[in-house]
């Protein structure tokens, strides 16, 4: 899994690369565009994503204790905060293509800046989708160990798959730890 | 893998507190204007907590070499990644 994800964080960092090298060519547009994020939606997901990698430790740790019920609620409880995330999500995906933000023929912007500001929302909805595939996988891996540790298959002796399916997870915490501040935050200063 | 972990349960808990102070944090100073701080700042406080999700979530911390060995490699290799290519972005005005 370590392997695995070094390989994501080279995935991810080009987009991040991406991101910085038109962020630095066209620096006011990115604030203007930025400006239109919802910033509660993004500060709430982030919030929500942190308290999932505290109830996946959790589960990390009653797995390797062998408490099984404290594993399932655990696990259930991450799967319920995914959940949470992509519906908040989902919200500002809907409400970004009613404001027609989403690039293509019918995107609207401020003409000063609207080739850049499309740049932003054409990075915006790669990175943010990039990372919702990834929390739909998430999801997909915390149902299969939920259905693991039901079963009976998850013991004390035999627990690491519940640690391992939590490194993704929180791998894919982190890559928001980073995202939020960069697509939601930049140009808030600027009255 | 090992399942022997030296982090207990309580410091999981300060982990999770410290990190939604550091949300707030980012949050909240990204209103005031630092200049070209704003993104020093807000990049300096994810670092530090991708830093504390590695190390206490994913125990890090107290796994083998090998584990440090993957995570510095994947680091390295992101620094290529960024450093070759913004000295090429960042440079080309000079010529």
């Not at chain 1, 994501?8 to 604030?31: D, Q």
């Amino acid at each position: 899994m370590w392997v695995f994800l070094a390989t994501e964080v080279l995935f991810f960092g080009g987009m991040f690369l991406t991101y910085s090298i038109y962020r630095h060519a066209y620096p006011s547009a990115f604030i203007a565009a930025s400006r239109e994020m919802i910033v509660w939606a993004g500060t709430i997901n982030t919030a929500v994503l942190i308290t999932s990698s505290l109830t996946v430790v959790l589960a990390v740790h009653a797995a390797a204790a062998g408490q099984r019920r404290a594993l399932l609620l655990f696990l259930m409880i991450t799967i319920l905060l995914g959940f949470v995330f992509l519906g908040i999500k989902g919200y500002e995906y809907w409400t970004e293509f009613g404001e027609h933000h989403f690039p293509g023929r019918s995107f609207q912007f401020d003409a000063r800046y609207a080739p850049q500001a499309e740049i932003f929302f054409s990075l915006y909805f790669m990175m943010t989708g990039l990372h919702a595939v990834h929390m739909i996988i998430g999801i997909g891996i915390m149902a299969v160990m939920f259905w693991l540790s039901w079963r009976g298959t998850i013991t004390r002796e035999y627990s690491s798959p519940i640690e391992i399916s939590g490194l993704y997870w929180h791998f894919v915490d982190i890559v928001w730890i980073f995202l939020f501040p960069l697509l939601y935050l930049v140009g808030r200063h600027v009255h | 893998m090992s399942t022997e972990h030296a982090i207990s349960k309580r410091s999981y808990y300060t982990v999770f507190f410290v990190l939604l102070v550091c949300t707030y944090l980012t949050w909240q100073i990204a209103y005031f204007d630092l200049g070209p701080l704003n993104t020093v700042v807000a990049l300096a406080i994810a670092i530090f907590k991708a830093a504390l999700v590695v190390l206490f979530f994913m125990h890090v911390r107290t796994s083998p070499r090998l584990t440090w060995v993957v995570v510095v490699a994947s680091l390295f290799w992101l620094g290529i990644l960024l450093v070759l290519t913004a000295s090429d972005y960042l440079t080309r005005h000079w010529i």
